[in-house]
Antibody, heavy 118, light 112 residues
């Protein structure tokens, strides 16, 4: 069974940093591109970052470029999102998602909430 | 970024009746390999998104056949042939042709 389990969310003040983790199981992690997608309270879905299967290439949404870094560790089947210079508008539930061969997310984690407030 | 525009944003429906959601993209979603990377997701209250359809009209495993997708280029439609109580939630279209992935605003389906 494919599982994606996010962790690391919490409350931080503006300007601070936080690292999210997404532990995966049930599939060959090293063969899939992975994504982080976020959802602000009561709002829609926004792509944050993606990393290809071997970790050699990454891409970011415009609103987080230069502040967030996505990475992966194939020895731990885990993808990370290092978030820096956090702003109140970064407050959201952050989902980890697996991209399949259809160019879409076939599996999603349960999400982890990041609160940015002074 | 590609803009995805859904309508309506709110859709009251009667149990057993059909429902339809429109999704339009600001650019053609035809990928370089000829596929159109348009997906539909359902998000039930308090849950993560769940994919229903991929590449416009292909149903995911376990998705009831009352859900269908159609369209091409920039205009797409999700149809529910007969709405059931478990269909309440917010439905999103998403394009995967260009980075970043972009989503429609969401259509909230509720039972009248």
């Amino acid at each position: 069974e494919v599982q994606l389990v996010e962790s690391g969310g919490g409350w931080v003040q503006p300007g601070e940093s936080l690292r999210l983790s997404c532990a995966t199981s049930g599939f060959t992690f090293s063969t899939y591109r992975m994504h982080w997608v976020r959802q602000a309270p009561g709002r829609g879905l926004e792509s944050v970052a993606t990393i290809i299967s071997n970790g050699d290439s990454t891409a970011y949404g415009n609103s987080v470029k230069g502040r967030f870094t996505i990475s992966r560790d194939s020895s731990k089947n885990t993808v990370y999102l290092q978030m820096g210079s956090l702003k109140p508008e970064d407050m959201a539930v952050y989902y980890c998602a697996r991209e399949d061969q259809t160019g879409s997310a076939d599996y999603w984690g349960q999400g982890t909430l990041v609160t940015v407030s002074s | 970024d590609v803009v995805m525009t859904q309508s309506p944003l709110s859709l009251p429906v009667t149990l057993g009746q059909p429902a339809s959601i429109s999704c339009r993209s600001s650019q053609s979603l035809v990928y370089s390999d000829g596929n159109t990377l348009l997906s539909w997701f359902q998000q039930r209250p308090g849950q993560s998104p769940r994919r229903l359809l991929y590449k416009v009209s292909n149903r995911d495993s376990g998705v009831p056949d009352r859900f269908s997708g159609s369209g091409s280029g920039t205009d797409f439609t999700l149809k529910i042939s007969r709405v059931e109580a478990e269909d309440v939630g917010v439905f999103y279209c998403m394009q995967g042709t260009y980075w970043p992935w972009t989503f429609g605003q969401g259509t909230k389906v509720e039972i009248e």
